[in-house]
């Protein structure tokens, strides 16, 4: 088994600050995704990574920046932290199998929680 | 991007009854559909998945159906128990890895 392991846990911030939260997989995972989950709500898709030193697009990557320094690793960072933004940020790798095999589940770290005030 | 749209956002249940869940979809080019359940304070975990080469799969009292024409899948959840209360997330890749999610249905199973 591996782990994905998200740093910080919780992370309090100021409006307008610069923020970085950070992701550490060993499972040896190619893929790994940035996901922001608002309060009772859905997953939205910020940025995601097919392989070392590769970044895509997610649907919501307007004021984030991605950055996938090695295979285990993927941060992600918030350019200007909104006043009394609230949401869990969640971190995932998957092996995913191009061929259409079984190998396409999605695992998520315990998630960074942030507060700005 | 992909839009996936999943309904209802709360749904209620007595212990012992089935539960549905339902999911559509934009982009004809999915191919991979897999279903996420949360329990209060923990991370996603896969339950089931389906691909658009099958149309039904079933496990431990989880039914999927995917129906490519309409751009739709559904989660049916057979003989619930309270421990089955929790939210539920589907979910459709788009371009290969994107896996975008829908909004979520909170389930929630009566005694």
């Known amino acids: 088994g591996g782990i994905i392991t998200q740093t910080p846990k919780f992370l309090i911030g100021q409006e307008g600050q610069k923020l970085t939260l950070k992701c550490q997989q060993n499972?040896?995972?190619?893929?790994m995704y940035w996901y922001r989950q608002d309060s009772g709500k859905g997953l939205r898709l910020i940025y995601y990574s097919i392989t070392e030193n590769d970044l895509q697009k997610g649907d919501l990557s307007e004021g984030y920046d991605a950055s996938r320094e090695k295979k285990s690793s993927f941060s992600l960072t918030v350019t200007s932290a909104q006043k009394n933004e609230m949401a869990v940020f969640l971190c995932?790798?998957?092996?995913?199998?191009w061929g259409g095999g079984s190998q396409n589940t999605l695992y998520f770290g315990a998630g960074t929680r942030l507060s700005v005030l | 991007g992909e839009q996936v749209e999943q309904l209802p956002s709360i749904l209620r249940v007595q212990e012992g009854s089935s539960a549905s869940i339902n999911c559509t979809y934009e982009n004809s080019a999915s191919n991979y559909f897999p279903w996420y359940k949360q329990e209060p304070g923990e991370n996603p975990k896969l339950i089931i998945d389906i691909r658009s080469n099958m149309e039904r799969k079933q496990t431990q009292g989880l039914i999927v159906l995917l129906d490519k024409k309409a751009k739709r899948f559904s989660l049916h959840i057979t003989d619930t128990q309270p421990g089955d209360s929790a939210m539920y997330f589907c979910?459709?890749?788009?371009?290969?890895?994107?896996?975008?999610f829908g909004g979520g249905t909170r389930l929630t199973v009566r005694p």
């Open positions: 499972f040896n995972h190619d893929t």
């Open positions: 979910a459709a890749n788009n371009a290969g890895a994107k896996l975008t």
């Open positions: 995932a790798s998957s092996i995913w199998d």
